[in-house]
């Protein structure tokens, strides 16, 4: 598939990955598509960006030292549907894994690593339908892994 020269031009993406490697790179690639790119590289880090200055889209690894992408999900938004649309960009590739990410709150769910053409079509995909819906309470049921065992909750 072609892709316009920069077709993410006029969104602005926070972009969260523990990896100093692996952030740069998709900073710069996240910018020649013509994003406005604000890496980070913790989730506590992520959190102030996003106080600071929400993005339009939220683009973040999951299993990070610390705090990982769920946890600055629920920063963000509470029991809320999150103000932007916050995209799982992981490792993680198992169906219980990528069931868990949707069910608490992610809108979509992106494998490392992921050709250009799939990362713009969910990101614009995602910033388009949040322009389009109301804020709701979280209807799926929040999961965590705690030992292993799935439970509902925070």
């Not at 995209?87 to 809108?107: K, N, P, Q, S």
């Given at each position: 598939m072609d892709l316009p020269s920069?077709?993410?031009?006029?969104?602005?993406v926070l972009y969260v990955e523990d990896d100093a490697d692996a952030r740069e790179?998709?900073?710069l690639v996240l910018e020649h598509l013509g994003a406005v790119v604000r890496p980070a590289g913790t989730a506590d880090e992520a959190l102030a960006s996003f106080v600071a200055n929400p993005p339009m889209v939220v683009l973040a690894d999951i299993a990070m030292p610390d705090h990982d992408g769920f946890w600055l999900l629920r920063e963000v938004a509470g029991d809320e549907m999150p103000p932007v649309p916050f995209i799982a960009f992981t490792g993680l590739c198992g169906a219980r894994d990528r069931d868990e990410v949707l069910a608490a709150g992610f809108v979509d769910y992106l494998l490392k690593p992921v050709e250009n053409d799939v990362l713009v079509d969910v990101?614009?995909?995602?910033?388009g339908k949040a322009a389009d819906r109301p804020a709701t309470r979280l209807i799926a049921a929040r999961s965590t892994v705690e030992g292993g065992e799935a439970r509902a909750g925070g």
């Amino acid at each position: 598939m072609d892709l316009p020269s920069q077709p993410l031009v006029g969104i602005s993406v926070l972009y969260v990955e523990d990896d100093a490697d692996a952030r740069e790179v998709m900073a710069l690639v996240l910018e020649h598509l013509g994003a406005v790119v604000r890496p980070a590289g913790t989730a506590d880090e992520a959190l102030a960006s996003f106080v600071a200055n929400p993005p339009m889209v939220v683009l973040a690894d999951i299993a990070m030292p610390d705090h990982d992408g769920f946890w600055l999900l629920r920063e963000v938004a509470g029991d809320e549907m999150p103000p932007v649309p916050f995209i799982a960009f992981t490792g993680l590739c198992g169906a219980r894994d990528r069931d868990e990410v949707l069910a608490a709150g992610f809108v979509d769910y992106l494998l490392k690593p992921v050709e250009n053409d799939v990362l713009v079509d969910v990101i614009r995909t995602a910033v388009g339908k949040a322009a389009d819906r109301p804020a709701t309470r979280l209807i799926a049921a929040r999961s965590t892994v705690e030992g292993g065992e799935a439970r509902a909750g925070g």
